[in-house]
């Protein structure tokens, strides 16, 4: 897709507490819309994950998501985008 298409969807982190800390650049910074933030720990695997929904445009997700995947201690990043419709029920 091209760099400046506006989509939105969620970014899935995995990672260790050590590692929050540049999470934080990313939920903090104006480069995406932060719609809605979701942190928990899963105690089997001791990882914690990050759920963010966002909206930007498509090179400022993929900016975010190369600084993340070049973290220390970051052990998974995933984007699911959402498909986008004219209408709807939102």
């Given at each position: 897709m091209?760099?400046?298409e506006l989509?939105?969807?969620h970014l899935v982190v995995y990672y260790?507490?050590?590692a929050e800390t540049?999470?934080?650049d990313v939920r903090h910074s104006n480069d995406l819309d932060?719609?809605?933030y979701n942190h928990s720990c899963m105690t089997h695997s001791h990882t914690c994950v990050d759920i963010i929904q966002a909206k930007g445009r498509a090179d400022k997700?993929?900016?975010a998501i190369e600084?993340?995947?070049n973290t220390a201690d970051v052990d998974k990043v995933t984007f699911v985008v959402a498909p986008v419709r004219?209408?709807?029920c939102c």
């Amino acid at each position: 897709m091209a760099d400046e298409e506006l989509i939105e969807g969620h970014l899935v982190v995995y990672y260790q507490h050590s590692a929050e800390t540049k999470l934080l650049d990313v939920r903090h910074s104006n480069d995406l819309d932060i719609t809605s933030y979701n942190h928990s720990c899963m105690t089997h695997s001791h990882t914690c994950v990050d759920i963010i929904q966002a909206k930007g445009r498509a090179d400022k997700f993929r900016n975010a998501i190369e600084t993340l995947q070049n973290t220390a201690d970051v052990d998974k990043v995933t984007f699911v985008v959402a498909p986008v419709r004219n209408e709807g029920c939102c």
